[in-house]
């Protein structure tokens, strides 16, 4: 008997059409649900190659689909005796299903040691945890090792200014000498052209002061090396700054001059001469750096120093301008003696070393930031009068 010969098998329920159409509608959606399933995996597979069972879900692909397909078999039956095609349909599934097994089956062990939603999110904050102790700990060392450079800077800029000190200062005392003996040569030929030549004496005047100028210039590089005699006294930081405000103003010119005087500012124990000296330097500094209508501020207040070390009470004396500013390859020379930025002629280079002299001198210490097209500020730190020095 051939199959074509048999009924389809929906023909017994032709009398009960509730239980025909109830069979139709649930293989049908039982297939469509089975045939979306294949197009999710599918989509898997095909976006997570990384997946590393990609195999695995091509084979459910099959798998369900074949299963689908039996479903729709069902239906078809229900009024064509397709049994043939029915049978390989079923024998296909069951040869996936099979296949499918057998693959699946050594794989369990693999599956299970997948890691659970919650698991993966305490490793995910452990990581994230080592991430922050890792970002602290180069943070840590980055920080350590900038502060290692700037002492190791600091260090060599230290030694530099030392030998270059040692230099200048022995420089300037035998050039010292010189001047000494020439300017008591021509004030002695002064004396005696008076009256023998005096066209003579105007030219040895004009010698005079030039003798004078290049003697200035020794005592600055003689308080740049610490070795120019000093004569300190107690200084009253605030008054003493504010008696040179004509001087300072006339300075400036047509720049502005702003004073922020703590009045809490202790004594100081410096040289008075020296100490405005290096105002008035600062002030001249500021004035050649500002070339519009600029402003310079002079701001003192109390602060903590390294003596001898440890910290002892101080005074700051801050002097910033609204110039044009240092780069920081000019910083890094600003204190050495001659060297300056200025055109040929406008300046000797010593202004900003006699302020490191006179600060090293008075037991204290300079420091200079400066930014290009902002301005520069530049703030002593001296030691305040301790009380046995009072009765000295």
Known sequence: MRFDDLSPHGMCLLWRPELIWTSVTADAVIGVAYYSIPFVLAYIAYRRPDFGFGWVLWCFVAFILACGTTHFMSIWTLWVPDYGLESFVKVVTAVASVATAIILWPLLPRVLEFAS????????????????????????????????????????????????????????????????????????????????????????????????????????????????????????????????????????????????????????WADRNQFEQALL??????RDAMVSKGKMTVTTRMTDIEREGEKVPGVEIEVTDSGCGMSQEVQIRAFDPFFTTKPVGKGSGLGLSQVYGFAQQSGGIVRLDSRLSEGTRVTIHLPVMRSSEYGG
């Open 117 to 268: 939603p919650e698991q993966l999110r305490l490793a995910n904050e452990e990581m994230a945890t080592h991430v922050n102790e890792r970002d602290a700990a180069l943070a840590a060392l980055r920080k350590e090792v900038e502060e290692r450079q700037l002492v190791q800077d600091m260090l060599r800029q230290a030694q530099k200014m030392e030998a270059v000190g040692a230099l200048t200062g022995g420089i300037a005392h035998d050039f010292n000498n010189l001047l000494t003996a020439i300017l008591m040569s021509l004030d002695r030929a002064a004396r005696e052209s008076e009256v023998t030549n005096p066209k003579l004496r105007k030219s040895i005047l004009t010698a005079t002061t030039a003798a004078e100028k290049a003697a200035a210039l020794t005592n600055q590089m003689l308080a740049f090396a610490r070795k120019q005699p000093v004569k300190p006294i107690c200084v009253a930081v605030n008054e003493l700054i504010s008696n040179l405000v004509p001087l300072l103003r006339n300075t400036l010119g047509e720049h502005g001059l702003t004073l922020n005087l703590d009045p809490r500012v202790r004594n100081v």
């Open 281 to 286: 330097n600062l002030t001249v500094n500021a």
